[in-house]
Each structure stands twice: as structure tokens, then as C-alpha cells.
């Protein structure tokens, strides 16, 4: 493999929220992990189908996976973030494209990981209100609203990076790093 530049990327103001917007979902569903667990049953369901409903059951500290895995994720990608040098790009990277490609993937992966901890927040929101007796499960939507923010976002910067050209030209007028 040819050695790609390493290049030390600085946050725009739009990487700086969805930054700041994820850290703020993900201490709340700490806090609301937290807050929640005294006024939990026992049992409490850490499983939901295709459709929505409870399927699966457990004890109610498994009300803190949920924050847990998020956390490790956000982190984890976080710190990958910082090597966007050794990521898979659609098209080579040369001196000439490499901050347009690197500033696309890194922006993508912040909005995955955003999206992460937002479905995770709203399961165990989800998972409350079932516990509570206000909801009869995720419901038919949840399935095709994950995938669809899942997808979208992927394959938008993947299309993005499509169009960054070998001289780091951007095929569209806005390259949308400001």
C-alpha cells in the first residue's frame, strides 16, 4: 500500500455540533439510565423483535448495556477518527485529495457515531416507556427509521467522496466543509 499523507484535520464549526450534540445525548442516556434504574420491575425487557414488540427479558441492570456499548463505540470511533489516513476510500489518495476524502470520512463517521448514540437513547427511552406501561414496544417504525439513518448518511459521503477528484477538486461547487 502506498503510503497516504497523514494530515491533521481541524473541526469545522458544523463538526463541533454534531460533536457536542452526541456527547450531550450520550451523558443523557447515562442520566436517564441512572435516574430511571430505583423505579425499574426486576425484569425488564432487553430484547425487541422485527416489529417492535419485547421479545426478550432480563434483570434491570441490563438497563446500562445500552449506555455502555454506546459509550464504547463513541469513543472508539472517536479515536479512530484521528487516523483518517488509514481508512478505505473509494478513489486514491494523493497529496492533492486528501483533506477534501479525509474531511468527508471524518465527517461521516461523526455522524454515524451521532446516529448510534441517538438510537441507542431512543431504545432505552423506548424501553422505559414499555416498562412504564406507555408504549407497547418500539413500534413497526423503529426497524425502517434506524436502517434509513443508517444508510442515508453512508451513502451520501460515500457519493461525496465519489466526486472528489484526483486533484482534490470537488465535482460540485460547495464542498460543504465550512
Known amino acids: 500500500m502506498v503510503e497516504r499523507p497523514k494530515i491533521k484535520l481541524n473541526l469545522t464549526n458544523t463538526d463541533k455540533v454534531i460533536e457536542f450534540i452526541g456527547w450531550i445525548i450520550l451523558i443523557g442516556t447515562w442520566v436517564l439510565a441512572t435516574l430511571s434504574f430505583s423505579d425499574l420491575p426486576e425484569s425488564i425487557p432487553t430484547h425487541f423483535n422485527g416489529a417492535g414488540e419485547a421479545d426478550g427479558f432480563g434483570e434491570k441492570t441490563n438497563i446500562f448495556v445500552l449506555p455502555i456499548i454506546g459509550t464504547i463505540l463513541f ?63 418500539l413500534g413497526t417504525w423503529f426497524l425502517p427509521l434506524t436502517i434509513s439513518l443508517f444508510i442515508i448518511p453512508t451513502l451520501y459521503f460515500l457519493f461525496k467522496s465519489m466526486k472528489i477528484k484526483a486533484n482534490g477538486q470537488n465535482t460540485s461547487n460547495n464542498n460543504g466543509y465550512n
Open 75 to 137: 469513543i472508539g470511533m472517536t479515536m479512530l477518527n484521528k487516523n483518517p489516513h488509514i481508512f478505505n476510500y473509494p478513489k486514491t489518495i494523493t497529496n492533492e485529495n486528501a483533506l477534501n476524502q479525509y474531511s468527508n470520512a471524518t465527517r461521516m463517521i461523526r455522524v454515524l457515531k451521532l446516529t448510534i448514540v441517538f438510537v441507542f437513547g431512543l431504545i432505552l427511552f423506548m424501553t422505559l416507556q414499555f416498562t412504564n406501561g406507555n408504549a407497547d414496544g
